[in-house]
Nanobody
Framework: QVQLVESGGGSVQAGGSLRLSCAIS????????LGWFRQAPGQEREGVAG???????TFADSVKGRFTISQDKPTNTLYLHMNNLKPEDTAMYYC???????????????WGQGTQVNVSS
């Protein structure tokens, strides 16, 4: 079992920044591929950023150059650093952990409960 708890969401104006955190606990076997997804109302969940066990990162085209993903292995914390936020970044953001990455994102992952990000224009 793996537990993921996100925090750091909130409301910001366009151009602002937020840092999301995800505290990960449980069987480290499932910590090999980590990532962030988001889901806006009426839309499908989409991958935002991923990091595999080698440290290789993947980003959605819509966030490249604005978002970075990092992890603090001693504390098992995953971060999503979001800069120059846009209204279209408004969504519920979910942390995910899995054994495998496909296309740079965790596949069949464990999910956190989500943290809401609202960006106003």
């Amino acid at each position: 079992q793996v537990q993921l708890v996100e925090s750091g969401g909130g409301s910001v104006q366009a151009g602002g920044s937020l840092r999301l955190s995800c505290a990960i606990s449980g069987n480290s076997y499932y910590h090999k591929c980590l990532g962030w997804f988001r889901q806006a109302p009426g839309q499908e969940r989409e991958g935002v950023a991923g990091v595999d066990r080698t440290g290789r990162t993947t980003f959605a085209d819509s966030v490249k150059g604005r978002f970075t993903i990092s992890q603090d292995k001693p504390t098992n914390t995953l971060y999503l650093h979001m800069n120059n936020l846009k209204p279209e970044d408004t969504a519920m953001y979910y942390c995910a952990a899995a054994v495998l990455c496909v296309g740079g994102y965790p596949v069949l992952p464990y999910w956190g409960q989500g943290t809401q990000v609202n960006v106003s224009s």
